[in-house]
């Protein structure tokens, strides 16, 4: 998976904290995708993002999640008030362009919840 | 919301046996993507096919766009242990929005 980089690869937080979860994605690509994983599933999409632009959040959460990637640096995904049913592998994925491009996707973050 | 039926769920074969699966969809699909995932780590793209009917090949590895747009295999030709880990389809049936829908999963052990 060289190119798609997130950090941290395990997170840990307590009830009601924040987490931040951050990706870089490969040189020359500006979609971002991020998605989330439970154990034994497939992978769900979360939001989809361009530069400065979220172009479609449906699979997001609508309290406590929001998602961003600016001009300048990651994109990051920001969980509120975690509960423990947010502990997941939350993955990230970028391409080049919309049409016909497939995604590549990062090692993960895993997300733990005390 | 949308899901696709990957099958089977598990295999368990000997190293040197060819291996199938495959994903199902109710609904049309534009793209249909195959993953490998290893413990620990992200899902790898294996293959991509982006027309009805394609066939394609990566080393031993071929899989096909079904004609009717609903599904899509995967033939593993001559499994070797490092075959092993999940093997996940995913399709886009939105075109523009990228939105992938991802398949359960087959796991596949190769005995030695």
């Known amino acids: 998976n060289a190119g798609v980089m997130q950090n941290p690869r395990h997170l840990v937080r307590r009830r009601g904290q924040e987490a931040r979860l951050r990706c870089s994605p490969m040189k020359g690509h500006s979609h971002v995708y991020w998605y989330r994983q439970l154990p034994e599933e497939g992978l769900k999409f979360m939001v989809y993002l361009q530069k400065e632009n979220i172009i479609d959040e449906s699979g997001m959460p609508k309290e406590r999640f929001s998602a961003e990637f600016p001009k300048e640096g990651p994109s990051i995904l920001r969980i509120q008030q975690v509960v423990r049913g947010d502990s997941a592998a939350y993955f990230c994925?970028?391409?080049?362009?919309?049409?016909?491009?497939?995604?590549?996707f990062g090692d993960g973050t895993r997300l733990s919840i005390l | 919301g949308q899901q696709l039926n990957q099958s089977p769920q598990s295999m368990f074969i000997q190293e040197g046996e060819d291996v199938s699966m495959n994903c199902t969809s109710s609904?049309?699909?534009?793209?249909w993507l195959w993953y490998k995932q290893d413990p620990g780590e992200g899902p790898v793209l294996l293959i991509a096919?982006?027309?009805?009917?394609e066939l394609t090949s990566n080393g031993r590895l071929t899989a096909q766009f079904g004609i009717t747009r609903k599904d899509s295999f995967l033939n593993i030709s001559a499994s070797i242990p490092s075959d092993v880990g999940i093997y996940f389809c995913a399709g886009d049936n939105q075109g523009g929005s990228e939105k992938l829908v991802f398949g359960k999963g087959t796991k596949l052990t190769v005995n030695p």
């Open positions: 096919l982006y027309k009805a009917g």
């Open positions: 994925a970028s391409s080049p362009t919309v049409a016909v491009q497939p995604q590549h």
């Open positions: 609904s049309i699909f534009n793209t």
